[in-house]
Each structure stands twice: as structure tokens, then as C-alpha cells.
């Protein structure tokens, strides 16, 4: 760093060299913390800043690009809002100091005004700069786009003063994405009449000052701000005649979230119709103009066929993934639950005998049935010091695709996965009968679960196998959710509930009670779907072959087929939680 730097680092840290974490003496910005984490090497993101200014986009993590992804990775130090960072942790180093910023309001295009300089730059960015004085990676992670924050540009103007060398990574604009996931372009206005982006605070504090000129036909005006502020910025363009009371306008909440909302109507009464966005607080889009017309025809995300579904899962995150990522495909919420627990088989002697004539060539054929019995195989070579290379001359099959990406995981490839159903059965189906002439060993090793069928087996010794069925890990049922997730359950707080195995029901309603009689239960196949009517709960949903991936898609099926019928009839269309009929819809499993 430059003398120059250095100097700039005395001034605003107070401490030569740089001093730790500090309270901002006081000031609105960062809070106390305390450091953790080393230093980061300076090419681990590709550049030599060892500051960025990373812009999180309207909310939706997916929205973030790819250099604000590895920026954040490498991080050692994160500064941001809170909410900001609950969203987007996944994509956060794990050993990162998190700084949490305190930002009155969100900074986007004019939002701000003002109100920067109550934030005092200085006082939040001497933290930072302490940190890059020592070498550490520092990411400042802002909503929006940092392009249009007041806020950044103070800030990096410090970074300039001091001479430090930082980056600033542009991201999606709310005041643009979030008509857009409306259903509103912006651009089929600009292409006429123009669009202006203001702040609510701005617009509200317009009133009885002069205004700078109507909206024309084809103008549109977006504002973002504060939800307690829509009631005084319209009263304001109405009265500094910026639009008419008649002017059509949309208020939408959460945007690009699965929980966003939008409500459409007039310049004179959108307080009163969007008072339930106003009630909740946050933060509001808002669109006034022509453009509001087309989200009729072109709202295209809160039309998904799960849009704001809570759909539960009885499954770990790990296990979950595809089945989680398939749901918000549809625009549903997954809440993961799980109702089993994997724990080791209680005699270790079967599995290591087992592991043992793997090694020495006992076995033609290893077949998996579950991605935790890939885990205890995984596991139990580990403890030996094996990796993948003692599968060498060894077939292997998977029972399905989740099983086989666990294989591949392990640096395994299966030589058999089933080319229909995902099943013991479906496995039986395409695997091979013993042939003495081709197989020089006529032995299986079947590494399962303490509370596994024998369908398997049978099937396996009536192709002329011999079959080794070593209990690799015994299934437990998993302590009960939290006192809230209960509740939710059996009082009708989950739209619909996914069933993926008989266990996975007999488990649920026994740490968390039967679900509400308004909920949806998807079963993943017909034993499962009996089971659930065996607990007294009628199954909507059945997929069409034995896969999470099949579930989903029938669960997405049944959500439209909901939606197209109420918008048929003239009825609001409701998710399943929004009502609590006194009995059961009539089933309409597939």
C-alpha cells in the first residue's frame, strides 16, 4: 500500500497499521464485531483489489452473476445487511467475518438522496479499510446495483482517497428487475415515452412544490421505497399534477422472492388496496402509467403453478436438493424435515468382512440402493485409508439417477442404473442373470438399511445370484421438528406435503402429528400413497413413475390444473393453506 494510503488509513482508523473491528464510534453504520478468518491469497478471485463492491441484485439469489458469486467465495470479510446475507448464504465463504451494515433505506436509483450523508461513508468504511490494510479480502454487499448507489460512490471515493484498489461489480437494478417479474417491461414504454425512476421519500416529499411536468401516454413511473410511504407519494403526484387519480399503478413486495406480491389498480385508491403490503412493511416497487396494463398479459412469474407454495419436505437439506431446486423451478417455498436419522450399523464386524472382500476380489457385483448407503461405504473405506480405486474390476449398479450422481460424487461410475422405474424392482428389471460362462464370481454385495425389504434379494437369487446383505447403516427416526414447524403442520400452514417413502410417513406423523386436511399429500408411488391413506390421510397427488423429479412435476400438474379451474369459474385462485375447508377435496391422484 502507498504512503498515501497509509496515511488516509491513519486518519480514518486512528491507529497506525490499522486497528481491529471497531463500533464506528457510535455512528449509524457497521456494529461491533470481532475478528475471525486469515488472509485470503490476493489472486484467489482472479484480481488484485483486495476490496469490492458487489451489487445482490432485488432478492433473488439466483440473480446474482457469476463474478459477485466468486467475489463472495473468497471472501474473508462480508459487509452487508442482514437480510442480504440470510439470502444469499449459501453462496458466502463459511469462513467469513460477517459484518452486518446498518442502511436506512435500500440504495438504488435516487432512493437515497439526502440521506447519505446521515450513513457517514467514513465511519463504516475505516472498519474495511483496516481490513484490506491486513491483507484481508473485503466484500461491501449492497442491494441493486451498486452502479446507482449514493452510498457506494461515497465510499469508493474513500477507497480512492486512500489509495486503495477495489472493483465494483455491477447487479441486477430493482427499480428494473422487479416490474419485470410483475409482468411489466419497462422497456415497451421507454420505446415512446420514457421512463423516470424516483424514490417514494422523494416523491412523497413533493407535495405543494412544483412538479416537473405530467406523465405523458406512454411515460412510466417507477418509484422504490419504503411500503409506509405509498399513501403520501401518491397523494403527492396527484396533487403536483405528475398523474391523475386514474392513472393505473402496481405495488409489488418481495420482488423476484417466491413471496412476492403485486397489486394493480388506480392512483386514488392504491392505498387502500394494497393496505396489506402496506401493513407488512418493507420495502415496494411501484409502477405508475400505461405500462401497468400489460402485466395482464404478461405476468409471467406469480402465475408459476406452485407460485408461494409451502410444500414440505420430510428429507435433510443434503438429501433434498433436487427435489427443493425442481419445486422453486414451479415458484413453491421447500421447508426440509427430516424424519429419519442415519446412524452405524450397531456390530461394525458384517460391513468391515464385507469391505474386506471388496478388496480382495470376492464379489462380481456391488449394488446400492440409497445414497447413504454410498455415504457408509464411502465412510468405512476413508476409515481404511481406500478411495474409489478398490472398485476396480467391480461392477456396480445404482437403484436411481440421486443414487448414481453419489457414485460419480465418489468417483465412481455405475455400470447399471434402471432404465424405467427406480425401484428394487425397476433395478431387478435390467439386471443381468448369472451366467457361469461371463462371471467368474457369482456373488453380490448389497449394502443397505437395517429396515430394507427383500424384494432385492429374492430377485436377485432367482437370477442365480448369491447375495451378501450386509446392514450398512440402520435408519432411527429423527428428533421432532421445532414446536412452530408442529404447528404448522397439523394446523394447515404447509400448502402441500411430499412424500418420498412408506418411512417417511409412518416417521412425519410420529415427531410432528398428521397434516391439516386442507394440505396436499403427493405420494412418490403407490406403497407410499397406501401407507398415507393407512395414517388417515387421503393422497392427491401420485407421480407417474417412482422419482422425486416425477413427484414435483405431478404435485406442478395438480397446482395448475387448481389454478386454470378458479380462473375458469371467476374465482380468486387460493393456495391450499389461504383455505380451511370442514373436510377433504375429493382425491385426484395420479
Known amino acids: 500500500m502507498s504512503r498515501a494510503a497509509s496515511e488516509m488509513l491513519e486518519v480514518l482508523v486512528g491507529a497506525k497499521g490499522g486497528a481491529g473491528m471497531t463500533d464506528g464510534g457510535g455512528e449509524a453504520g457497521m456494529v ?29 439469489p439466483e440473480l446474482l ?105 455491477p447487479g441486477v437494478a430493482t427499480s428494473t428487475a422487479v416490474p419485470l417479474y410483475a409482468g411489466i417491461p419497462l422497456g415497451r414504454s421507454s420505446g415512446q415515452g420514457g421512463v423516470r425512476i424516483r424514490s417514494l421519500a422523494d416523491v412523497a416529499d413533493s407535495a405543494g412544490k412544483p412538479g416537473t411536468g405530467p406523465l405523458n401516454t406512454h411515460e412510466t413511473l417507477v418509484m422504490v421505497g419504503p411500503a409506509h410511504l405509498l399513501e403520501a407519494a401518491a397523494a403527492a403526484l396527484q396533487a403536483t399534477g405528475l398523474a391523475k387519480a386514474t392513472t393505473p399503478v402496481s405495488v409489488t413486495a418481495d420482488g423476484s422472492l417466491t413471496s412476492q406480491r403485486t397489486v394493480v389498480s388506480t392512483l386514488a385508491r392504491v392505498a387502500i388496496e394494497a393496505s396489506a403490503l402496506i401493513a407488512a412493511g418493507g420495502e415496494v416497487v411501484v409502477v405508475v402509467g400505461a405500462a401497468v396494463a ?100 467391480i461392477k456396480v449398479a445404482a437403484v436411481g439417477e440421486a443414487t448414481a450422481a453419489a457414485l460419480v460424487a465418489f468417483g465412481v461410475q455405475p455400470d447399471l442404473v434402471p432404465s424405467g422405474e427406480q425401484s428394487a424392482a425397476g433395478l431387478l428389471e435390467d439386471f443381468p442373470a448369472y451366467d457361469p460362462v461371463f462371471d467368474p464370481i457369482e456373488r453380490v454385495f448389497l449394502p443397505r438399511a437395517d429396515i430394507a425389504t427383500d424384494t432385492l434379494i429374492a430377485g436377485l437369487i432367482e437370477l442365480g445370484w448369491e447375495v451378501d446383505d450386509v446392514t450398512a ?56 400413497a397406501k401407507t398415507a391413506e393407512e395414517h388417515g390421510l387421503r393422497v392427491d397427488v401420485m407421480a407417474p413413475s417412482a422419482s422425486v423429479v416425477a413427484l414435483a412435476d405431478a404435485l406442478a400438474d395438480f397446482g395448475e390444473t387448481r389454478r386454470v379451474s ?16 370442514g373436510g377433504r377435496r375429493r382425491s385426484s391422484a395420479r
Not at 465463504?93 to 442502511?103: H, S, T
Not at 404447509?494 to 396436499?520: C, E, M, Q, Y
Open 65 to 169: 452473476t457469476l463474478r459477485a458469486v466468486a467475489l463472495l467465495q473468497g471472501a474473508d470479510v462480508v459487509a452487508a445487511e442482514t437480510g442480504l446475507v440470510e439470502r444469499l448464504r449459501r453462496h458466502i465463504n463459511p469462513e467469513a467475518l460477517i459484518v452486518p451494515v446498518v442502511e436506512s433505506e435500500r440504495a438504488e436509483l435516487g432512493e437515497l438522496g439526502d440521506a447519505a450523508v446521515s450513513l457517514t461513508p467514513a465511519s463504516r468504511m475505516k472498519n474495511l479499510l483496516a481490513e484490506v490494510a491486513e491483507g484481508r479480502r473485503v466484500v461491501r454487499l449492497t442491494a441493486g446495483d451498486p452502479g446507482l448507489s449514493g452510498v457506494v460512490a461515497a465510499e469508493a471515493a474513500l477507497c480512492a482517497k486512500a489509495g486503495v484498489v477495489y472493483e465494483i461489480v
Open 473 to 528: 447403516y440402520r435408519t432411527v427416526r429423527a428428533a421432532p421438528p421445532p414446536a412452530e414447524v408442529r404447528e404448522a403442520i397439523k394446523g394447515g400452514g404447509f400448502d402441500a406435503v411430499l412424500f418420498t417413502s412408506s418411512s417417511t410417513v409412518r416417521n412425519l406423523v410420529g415427531i410432528a402429528g398428521k397434516p391439516h386436511a386442507a394440505t396436499v399429500i403427493a405420494c412418490i408411488g403407490p406403497q407410499t
Open 32 to 60: 461491533t464485531t470481532t475478528r475471525r478468518g486469515s488472509a485470503s491469497a490476493l489472486d484467489s478471485c482472479g484480481t488484485t483489489a483486495l476490496l469490492a463492491f458487489v451489487g445482490a441484485g432485488p432478492g433473488d
Open 294 to 393: 400489460d402485466r395482464a398479459a404478461l405476468s409471467w412469474y406469480e402465475t408459476k403453478p406452485l407460485f408461494g407454495w409451502k410444500v414440505l419436505v420430510p428429507r435433510t437439506k443434503e438429501q433434498a436438493e433436487g427435489l427443493s431446486t425442481r419445486l422453486r423451478g414451479y415458484g413453491a417455498v421447500s421447508h426440509e424435515v427430516p424424519t429419519i436419522a442415519v446412524e452405524p450399523p450397531r456390530t461394525p464386524q458384517q460391513m468391515e468382512r464385507a469391505v474386506k472382500g471388496l478388496v480382495t476380489g470376492r464379489y462380481e457385483w456391488v449394488a446400492f440402493t440409497s445414497q447413504n448407503a454410498v455415504k457408509a461405504i464411502r465412510e468405512k473405506f476413508e476409515e481404511y485409508g481406500l478411495d474409489a480405486r478398490a472398485f476396480a474390476g
Open 566 to 581: 378458479a380462473l375458469a369459474a371467476g374465482e380468486p385462485v387460493y393456495r391450499p393453506s389461504e383455505r380451511r375447508p
